[in-house]
């Protein structure tokens, strides 16, 4: 299937926070699909569309264009993990809220950050009144400054010591011998009224990241500054990039430097990392030629401005005739946040969380009509819906888990977010 939209080169360049805002505007179904701030390389795309869900028969392939880029018309949007989990033959709460949306794109511009080229998609009769919103924008000015946010009082699901208790029950679980890894979350929540755009705008500011994303339809919105790439698919050509290993960041660079070291060094953070690269190879290995599917990468450190994260990639071919279900199937939910194996985690872990993950854990990105795709980790996230917002955050247990190290690793992960809406860690976090 290929795209029904027409394409054509602007000329100059603008940054696409401004496009967002003095394009986009307050569309309801609109997108940032984002390389982050200052970006260098890889793509940025903002526009708008009408929610669809893609179908699941679209057969993958992703053949780049190198005139107008790996996304050239498709479907924008999220899957939360509930759902998937139920798919997966697993319990899943409830959550409030749609399970997922997708938005099918119909005008959209797509930002080369290496080439410094801006791309207009949608209707042939639609691109001329398009070029002259982006000639506007050029003249605006720089990128919009969010304002400071009020403060806000947030909830936790679980408390630090509640919290400890079911890394406990984690361990004990991993001992009997129903899972080799668990990766356990929790959720903070606001009832308090949050502006997406202004919100995101911070997120991105404080913690880039080359999967950043604002997706908002139907009242709900999704902000976030993961940096964990889930799957994409080009050429034929199926990756995924677990991430399982976090430090924090120090302003300090020969602690900062100790504290990558540590996370490299690491026997409890190295045997997480390779549980996931293995059940990720028997996922990709069920859509995959046979013999095809290996790991290119292997523990790597990779830092971002919070947090040294210790990186995996695993790739293999596709058989012909794989389409995006298949690949759904095989792969949805995602190991590194349900842990191994699968089923069984899955299994474990609804009965000790006792509540949705909702969004959080699922995942985000495009899916192109010729069969590509990129989607990211609805991780380093916020949720944000017409009664408050979400944040969820987790990490994955061993039987080499130290309680207390894994209440710190949470309180890490979810400090950039919640300092985006304007809160603070709840005590003892």
């Not at 100790?258 to 059940?279: F, P, W, Y």
Request: glycine residues 12%; hydrophobic residues 45%; contains cysteine.
């Amino acid at each position: 299937m290929s795209s029904d939209l027409a394409s054509r080169v602007l000329h100059g360049w603008l940054d696409p926070a401004v496009a967002f805002t003095a394009v986009i505007g307050d569309a309801a179904d609109a997108f940032w699909l984002d390389a982050g701030p200052g970006a260098s390389r890889g793509w940025s795309w903002v526009g708008t569309g009408i929610p669809s869900p893609p179908p699941r028969d679209v057969g993958l392939d992703g053949a780049t264009d190198a005139a107008a880029g790996p996304f050239r018309g498709g479907w924008v949007g999220w899957s939360g993990y509930d759902a998937a989990a139920r798919r997966a033959g697993a319990p899943a709460a409830d959550d409030a809220g749609p399970a997922e949306v997708w938005l099918r794109v119909d005008r959209m511009l797509g930002f080369d950050h290496a080439a410094g080229r801006l791309i207009a998609f949608g209707a042939e009769d639609a691109l001329d009144g398009l070029s002259v919103s982006v000639a506007r924008a050029m003249s605006t000015g720089g990128a919009p400054r969010p304002a400071d946010p009020a403060p806000v009082g947030v909830r936790a699901r679980h408390d630090p010591d509640g919290y400890a208790a079911l890394i406990e029950q984690c361990r004990n679980e991993i001992r009997e011998g129903r899972a080799y890894q668990l990766c356990l979350t929790t959720r903070f929540e606001t009832a308090a009224s949050v502006d997406p755009v202004d919100t995101y705008l911070r997120l991105r500011t404080a913690t880039p990241a080359h999967h950043g994303g604002l997706i908002r339809s139907g009242g709900w919105a999704l902000l976030s500054a993961s940096p964990e790439q889930f799957l994409s698919v080009s050429e034929g050509i199926v990756r995924t990039r677990p991430i399982k290993g976090t430090r924090p960041r120090s302003a300090d660079p020969a602690e900062d430097a100790a504290l990558a070291a540590e996370l490299r060094g690491s026997e409890k953070e190295q045997a997480e990392n390779v549980m996931i690269v293995d059940l990720m190879r028997n996922d990709l290995q069920r859509v995959c030629e046979p013999g095809t599917v290996a790991a290119e990468r292997l523990l790597e450190v990779e830092s971002y401005p919070a947090v040294h994260q210790l990186v995996s990639t695993v790739a293999g071919r596709l058989r012909p005739g794989m389409t995006v279900g298949d690949l759904w199937d095989a792969a949805f939910p995602a190991g590194s946040m349900t842990g191994a194996p699968k089923l069984s985690a899955m299994q474990i872990l609804h009965r000790l969380e006792g509540a949705p993950r909702g969004v959080f854990a699922g995942c985000f990105g495009w899916i192109g009509s010729d069969g590509g795709l990129d989607l990211a980790m609805v991780i380093r996230s916020i949720v944000t819906h017409p009664g408050g917002a979400y944040i969820g955050a987790g990490g994955g247990i061993t039987w080499g888990s130290v309680a207390a190290d894994e209440v710190a690793e949470v309180g890490i992960k979810a400090r950039a977010p919640l300092r985006a809406l304007g809160a603070e860690l709840p005590p003892g976090w």
